[in-house]
């Protein structure tokens, strides 16, 4: 917003209004002593709880002129504003800052610092509440506006979540190869028509196309730098708890924060078992290996957890853990709809629609030869993928997988792993 020198000052020209807030900024000493930390946050939030905007630090409000500071100031200030937006805010917004510089009452260029902050996917709460923009104030929200904004903000609403638009986003964000791999030979549209319909992108209010959040689960190289909570953290623990097995000894064998597109997520999650499991060998008519887990029911579980974790829980993120015995498989968000624990094996139910349409076009690699399935694509629309993870795991290990909900805000699968604890497993 205001992304040349020209526009801008065209804006401050014309005053604060609901897309703009001028903050003067004073120092004391090599401290930021104005403007106050709880209010400036407050702003912020605001600005994204509404529908975004831009602020500058650095120009007096009442002469709409930059008043200048120092280039080492203006260094002091992006810090101590990314630490506001950090500890401050939540969730933390996403800003974008920047260093300007725009002319001073005589023509001269003073340093300025301007922010970006896009309309949010999530409810921010600031140190006095929740707030949000009109006009060129900032007013709090009742408890009603609150739950309709989460609402609206929410997978409940029409529009779900995963079909959001991520409006900090743009649109160049999506890699062209990786929204094409979603074509098929009836595919008849092109361009951002071909990219809407598959629900890779999406409009904002102001009619702007901007990666929704399929897309950029989807088709982002890096989808971290858009959404930060899209990742998986796997850890292989020495034994069977995370505590340390005894002295000199390391309580975990390897950790990982795995991202990169979902699919590929899927498939470095089952990679960091493979490498980190135990294998098991029979000898009766020749060697053969016997695996801790059936990797085809581990596939199933990946995918499962991916394609219907909540990705509107900001600070959350998918845990695979791996154990001597077992592998436990934390997925953020209930269970959707009106199903439980107990009826996961038998019912349908996907929070994200438009996130499981792509992964059903989505085509499975083929040099992985640890995944011994016959699926084309990361998911069909049988809804086998919960009996496969059941049976395949129970005929391997004598054990049934368990599903347990923690929290409401939490969904939990334990796999337990063949042959009980391995002889050199510490407890």
């Keep these: 917003m205001f992304d040349t020198q020209e526009a801008l000052l065209s804006q401050i020209r014309l005053g604060e209004d609901s897309r703009l807030e001028l903050k003067a900024v004073t120092f004391r000493g090599d401290r930021v002593s104005g403007p106050h930390a709880d209010g400036l946050a407050d702003e912020i939030a605001a600005f994204a709880n509404s529908s975004g905007g831009v602020l500058v630090l650095g120009v007096d409000e009442p002469t709409r002129q930059p008043h200048g500071m120092s280039v080492e ?22 800003c974008r800052i920047e260093k300007w510089e725009l002319p001073d009452a005589t023509g001269r260029p003073a340093p300025v610092l301007k922010v970006d902050i896009p309309r949010s996917l999530f ?13 060129s104030s900032k007013r709090k929200m009742s408890t009603d506006y609150i739950i309709r904004l989460g609402q609206q903000r929410s997978q409940t609403r029409m529009i779900r979540f995963d079909e959001q638009p991520v409006v900090h986003a743009p649109l160049e964000a999506l890699d062209p190869a990786l929204c094409e791999r979603f074509r098929t030979p009836r595919t008849r549209d092109e361009g951002l028509d071909f990219l809407c319909k598959l629900g890779i992108a999406a409009l904002d209010d102001q009619g702007i196309a901007h990666p929704s959040v399929s897309g950029i689960l989807m088709a982002c190289r890096k989808p971290r730098e858009w959404m930060p909570n899209a990742f998986i953290q796997a850890v292989a623990y020495h034994g069977t708890s995370p505590a340390r097995p005894g002295p000199g000894l390391p309580y975990q064998l390897d950790a990982r924060d795995i991202g990169g597109p979902l699919d590929a997520q899927v498939c470095e999650a089952c990679r960091f078992v493979v490498r ?10 020749g060697r053969r290996d016997i695996p801790q887990y059936d990797l085809t029911a581990l596939f199933e579980a990946v995918v499962n957890a991916v394609a219907h974790r909540d990705y509107a829980v900001y600070d959350a993120k998918i845990r695979l853990k791996l154990f001597a015995d077992r592998v436990e498989l934390y997925s953020p968000g209930g269970i959707p709809n009106t199903m439980t624990v107990e009826s996961i094996l038998y019912r349908q139910a ?38 496969i993870i059941m049976e395949n795991s129970e ?26 604890v391995p002889a050199d497993a510490p407890g």
């Design 350 to 387: 996907a929070r994200n629609e438009t996130l499981t349409s792509l992964l059903a076009r989505c085509p499975v690699p083929e040099e992985d030869e640890w995944l011994d399935t016959a699926r084309r694509t990361f998911m069909e629309k049988r809804g086998e993928g919960v009996r």
């Design 276 to 285: 980190n499991m135990k294998v098991g060998a029979i000898k009766d008519m």
């Design 123 to 135: 409810v921010h709460e600031s140190p006095n509440g929740h707030f949000h923009r009109i006009g």
């Design 73 to 94: 100031e203006l260094a002091l200030l992006e810090h101590w504003l990314e630490r506001i937006c950090t500890d401050r805010i939540k969730p933390p917004p996403l």
């Design 395 to 420: 005929r391997l290990s004598g054990r049934r997988p368990e599903y347990r909900l923690i929290d409401d805000s939490e969904l939990l699968l334990t796999v337990f792993a063949a042959g009980g």
